[in-house]
């Protein structure tokens, strides 16, 4: 088979060039399009022969597209008009406005691509923006099928619930199913081929990989931390499950000495400790890390403890008793960290020649980590498309 072209959109760090890569479907990208320059600094260092184009999508003409001939678009269009703590824009967010332009030249270029995946966040799927997706699609003649689909699902330990749409051109079909419902995880019959072979653990039908932080709708006590009990039960049986590993497995292998810059300000522990999600090497779940990591505590990412002497519960106890001193105490005995952006990179599923160039701060790492994709789920499921 010839090289697909394929176009990639919103291209920030290359999330769906490092998928494409993984995939093994014989492609090249033809063009990248962003418009963040940090972002853009991070793509063209890991991928110097790629032609990235520094520009707006909506700074491109049908003419510019139709010279590309593309044969297939990876794209991930901006998120925050969608989540449901952003302002849900949805079409009326500026930021949706070159999704819609894109939309809108599809059934006028001279060929259509054959493959399109988009990815965006939980949320997307009751957005009027999907609904542009969809109509567009059908009129376009496009066979596709939406899913949401998590990191967990292939025995990762990080929550990363996202809406994907794969598209395929008639008369292309699917080797699977298709239904006209949003599939969750991984279409069946799944082949059986593993993305990480040091790992041979294929997550069961009946494992936690679809618990997310996200069904925390009911009410409950609260315990040592401000935790219901169903939250500590779905984080505690996520723990046990064999079909995740650990997080250990994507921790960096360095002295503590290179580590120290990670530890938690005690500013932040002192005020934010009873609302950070703390976990273990040991452990097999963390949250979704977002772009505020490293700065807002709240639901951003989970913090790692990284000292194992000392009890996490002890720390805890009736917190309300203790001195701002002896609780400063206690949880600085935890040793609480950040992760690296190279570990948040590996749960993400980047490959380890993914680098950075020196000059990007580690905040502006976890920026552009945040708003990227896990590239084990996009490879998998790009693989689907294509077969
Ligand atoms: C959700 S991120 C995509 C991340 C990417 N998939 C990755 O792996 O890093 C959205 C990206 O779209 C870019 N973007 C937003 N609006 C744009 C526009 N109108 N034209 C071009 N790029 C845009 C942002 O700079 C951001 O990097
Ligand atoms: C690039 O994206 C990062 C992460 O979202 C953001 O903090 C930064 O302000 C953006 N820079 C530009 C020039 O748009
Ligand atoms: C990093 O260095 C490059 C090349 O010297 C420069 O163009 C760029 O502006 C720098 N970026 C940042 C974020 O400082």
Do not use: W
């Amino acid at each position: 088979m010839e090289n697909l072209r394929v176009l990639e959109l919103y291209s920030g760090i290359g999330g769906m060039h490092y998928a494409l890569t993984e995939s093994g479907v014989a492609a090249k990208v033809v063009a990248a399009v962003d418009v963040n320059t940090t972002a853009n600094e991070i793509y063209k260092h890991n991928f110097p022969n790629t032609p990235l184009l520094p520009k707006t999508i909506e700074g491109m003409t049908l003419d510019d597209f139709n010279k590309l001939a593309f044969d297939m678009i990876l794209m991930s269009p901006p998120c925050q008009p969608f989540t449901r703590i952003g302002l849900q824009g949805d079409i009326s967010d500026p930021r949706t406005k070159s999704f819609l332009y894109i939309l809108d030249l599809l059934p006028r270029l001279i060929k259509l691509p054959r493959f399109i995946l988009l990815e965006n966040v939980k949320g997307f799927e009751t957005s009027s923006a999907r609904d542009s997706l969809v109509k567009t699609l059908k009129e376009c003649g496009y066979n596709y099928q939406e899913l949401m689909v998590s990191p967990t699902c292939l025995g990762m330990p990080n929550s990363r619930l996202r809406y994907f749409m794969i598209a395929k051109a008639s008369p292309g079909s699917f080797s699977f199913h298709t239904t006209s419902e949003i599939q969750e995880g991984f279409p069946q019959p799944a082949d059986k081929v593993l993305l990480e072979p040091s790992s041979p653990i294929s997550p069961s039908p009946t494992s936690t990989a679809y618990q997310e932080e996200d069904h925390k709708e009911d009410e409950g006590g609260i315990l040592y931390k401000l935790e219901r009990a169903q939250d500590t039960e779905r984080k505690s049986s996520q723990n046990r499950d064999q079909s995740l590993r650990q997080i250990s497995v994507y921790l960096e292998d360095q002295g503590e000495g290179e580590m120290e810059q990670y530890l938690l300000p005690t500013k932040t522990l002192l005020r934010y400790a009873l609302l950070m999600d703390i976990v273990r090497p040991t452990c097999r779940r963390s949250v979704c890390f977002t772009k505020g990591y490293g700065h807002y505590v709240e639901g951003t990412g989970s913090v790692l403890q990284s000292c194992m002497e000392t009890d996490m519960e002890a720390a805890f106890k009736s917190p309300e008793c203790l001195s701002d001193e002896e609780k400063l105490n206690q949880l600085s005995r935890l040793k609480l960290r950040y992760f690296s952006p190279r570990e948040i990179a590996n749960l993400m599923g980047f490959p380890k020649h993914f680098t950075v160039p020196k000059n990007i701060s580690t905040k502006q790492q976890y920026r552009v980590l945040g708003n990227s994709l896990n590239v084990h789920v996009v490879a998998r499921l790009i693989e689907l498309l294509v077969s």
